[in-house]
């Protein structure tokens, strides 16, 4: 079902926008079933797709062989990445920190992780800035958080990235096309401080 979601149109052209953008040694948190893997250009050199889910890494490892880039796949959480302090130059996350334990420690990991003056590319989906649909959020968030692999519809994704530590030059919010209780995105860049 996840997997499946994770091929909707509107979800692919958040991809488009984002994934491109990455460069140098690239740590993707989440990489899933691998659905970012085709977008990367050779501006990236290396890419370092992390996911807890060995299920998913399986169909990740298909999709690399069409990749324009390297690709290297590791079973490990975003809150606990594998890598030496300031190695990479960008991190990708895309609609994976709703359902991350912790966003707060994944984003502190990412931040670690990061060289000084490293990106963070991001196209993430949260909390909405309507009342109405907050509290909607909030309702459903339980029952949709137990059909959807643990996502979370209402964390404040700017708030959580700015918390750990990046500044935000480039920022597109609003609601993508879907029902509202789960479409509101945050979608662009953070820069380590």
Not at 10 to 15: A, E, L, M, S
Not at 67 to 89: N, S
Request: proline share 6%; net charge positive; aromatic share 6%.
């Amino acid at each position: 079902l996840i997997d499946a979601a994770m091929r909707l149109p509107v979800i692919t052209r958040y991809r488009q926008q984002v994934v491109p953008q990455a460069f140098g040694e690239v740590v993707e948190i989440g990489v899933g079933a691998g659905h970012n893997l085709p977008f990367y250009s050779s501006g990236a050199r290396v890419v370092h797709g992390i996911d807890p889910c060995v299920e998913l890494l399986e169909r990740a490892l298909h999709r690399t062989a069409s990749c324009a880039v390297q690709v290297e796949l590791r079973e490990a959480h975003a809150e606990q990445l594998p890598f030496d302090d300031a190695t990479m130059h960008c991190a990708v996350s895309t609609f994976t920190l709703c359902s991350v334990v912790s966003p707060e420690r994944a984003l502190s990991e990412v931040r670690r992780v990061l060289r000084p003056g490293g990106r963070l590319l991001f196209a993430e989906h949260g909390l909405a800035p309507h009342a109405g649909v907050q509290h909607r959020q909030r309702r459903y968030r339980r029952i949709w958080s137990a059909l959807a692999g643990g996502c979370t519809l209402d964390r404040p994704i700017e708030q959580l990235i700015r918390e750990a530590g990046f500044e935000i030059p480039n920022l597109a919010k609003g609601y993508a096309r879907g029902p509202r209780v789960l479409s509101y995105v945050y979608a662009g860049e953070a820069v380590a401080r």
